[in-house]
């Protein structure tokens, strides 16, 4: 029977021992800052980064829609387009924690919101939503980033 209590304590001790020292090495591991590219690495450095990952977390830049089209065609191709960055990074639609729109003119928030429903599954994310003063960028009517999880 003394020989069965020591065994035990010494595999109890053995496993708090491995406990502390996992925990210990993961305290003290950095979280580490990854660019995702679709495709090849660009031979020059870019203006900015399209996706970028740092720990466990997935940032997502802002993605326009640059063609001739209602509000409708555009918030769809720009939520097809953060599904691809997503999905290339690992992660996806569903883990999206925090979503930015940036709308040309809020007139277009009802229509924006017909197409936006839904795409992010049944638990949304939180989300902004404001008529950028000046436009956006390269005459889409809308942009849109996101911030998610690995």
């Known amino acids: 029977m003394k020989l069965q209590k ?7 001790k053995t496993a708090l021992a491995a406990a502390t020292a996992t925990s210990v090495a993961r305290a003290q591991e ?3 800052k990854k660019v995702h590219y679709r495709g090849e690495k660009p031979k020059t450095t870019p203006l900015f ?8 977390l997935l940032f997502i830049a802002g993605k326009g829609a640059h063609f001739e089209g209602d509000i409708k065609a555009h918030t769809k ?16 639609m569903e883990k999206v924690l925090k979503c930015n729109v940036y709308l ?11 197409v936006f429903r839904g ?7 939180v989300r902004t939503t404001i008529a950028a003063a000046g436009g956006i960028p390269g005459n889409s009517l809308i942009e849109i980033d996101v ?3 690995i």
């Open 77 to 92: 191709h720009v939520l097809d387009e953060i599904e691809k960055e997503l999905l290339n990074a690992g992660s996806s």
């Open 104 to 114: 040309n003119d809020l007139k277009d928030y009802q229509a924006m919101n017909e």
């Open 147 to 149: 911030i998610a999880y």
């Open 30 to 32: 950095r979280p580490v």
């Open 6 to 12: 020591k065994t035990r304590r010494n595999v109890l």
């Open 119 to 125: 795409r992010f599954g049944p638990e949304p994310p």
């Open 49 to 56: 980064s399209s996706a970028v990952s740092f720990g466990n």
